[in-house]
C-alpha cells in the first residue's frame, strides 16, 4: 500500500513483464536518475539535463522515448507498480490493519526514504500525466490489498461485500492527512489508532458496498 519500490515504451499495466537485457537496464538508470532529481530538487527543480547526466543517456533518447519530463515521472511510477509488495498476512484482520498503517509511517517517518514518494505527491499536482499515474500506483496497491479483506472474510471477521479499496484508504487516509495537509507528525501510536478506528468500523459494517 506504501510507495515501497518507489525508488519509453507505451505503459502496460503495472506488474506486467517488461523487456530485459539492455532496454531493462537502460530503463531502471532513467528511474533511478528521476527518483535522485525528485529526491533532491522536487518536481519543479527536475530537468531532463539533469537525469540525462545522471543516467547516462542522451537528452535526445530521453525526449523521444518518454516525450519529458511528463513521461519520466509516470514511468518511474509504473516500475515502482512492478515490485513485489504484498500485503501482510498476520493472522488477524487486526493485526493486516496495523501492519498496514505502520507500513505508511515507516515509509515516511524517515526523511530519506519519504523524499521520492512525497516529491511523486507533489507531482501530481502539477502533471496530469503523474496524478494519473500515481492514481494508477495506488489502485494497484489496493488491489493486492483485496487479499486482506477475502482473508478476513474467511475467518469472520468482516462482511462478505466488504468494499477493500475503501477500507485500506481509510487505514492511511487520517496519517496521511497529517502528512501533507496539515503537515503534523505520524508515529506508531497514530498507526495503531488509524487501525483500531477502522477495524470497529469494519465490524459495524461501515465497508459494506450494499
Known amino acids: 500500500m506504501t510507495n515501497e519500490g518507489v525508488h519509453a515504451d507505451e505503459h502496460p499495466v503495472p506488474g506486467t513483464r517488461r523487456p530485459g537485457g539492455r532496454t531493462a537496464r537502460t530503463r531502471a538508470a532513467v528511474r533511478d536518475a528521476v527518483l535522485s532529481g525528485l529526491s533532491d530538487h522536487g518536481y519543479p527543480g527536475l530537468t531532463i539535463e539533469y537525469v540525462a547526466e545522471h543516467s547516462g543517456v542522451h537528452k535526445t533518447t530521453l525526449y523521444r522515448r518518454w516525450g519529458g519530463l511528463e513521461g519520466l515521472v509516470a514511468d518511474a511510477l509504473d516500475l515502482a507498480g512492478e515490485d513485489t509488495w504484498t500485503p501482510p498476512d498476520t493472522g488477524s484482520l487486526e493485526g493486516d490493519l496495523r501492519a498496514l498503517a505502520h507500513e505508511v509511517v515507516d515509509a515516511f517517518a524517515d526523511e530519506s526514504k519519504a523524499a521520492a514518494p512525497t516529491a511523486f505527491i507533489a507531482a501530481s499536482f502539477q502533471s496530469q ?56 507528525p505520524i508515529d506508531a501510536a497514530l498507526a495503531d489508532q488509524s487501525a483500531a478506528v477502522v477495524l470497529a468500523a469494519t465490524r459495524a459494517g461501515a465497508f459494506s458496498s450494499r
Open 129 to 184: 500525466r503523474a496524478a494519473d499515474a500515481l492514481r494508477a500506483f495506488y489502485s494497484e496497491r489496493f488491489s493486492r490489498c483485496e487479499a486482506v479483506i477475502a482473508r478476513a472474510v474467511e475467518r469472520g471477521e468482516a462482511d462478505r461485500d466488504t468494499d477493500a479499496a475503501a477500507l485500506v484508504r481509510a487505514v492511511s487516509a487520517p496519517l496521511m492527512l497529517r502528512l501533507f495537509v496539515t503537515r503534523e
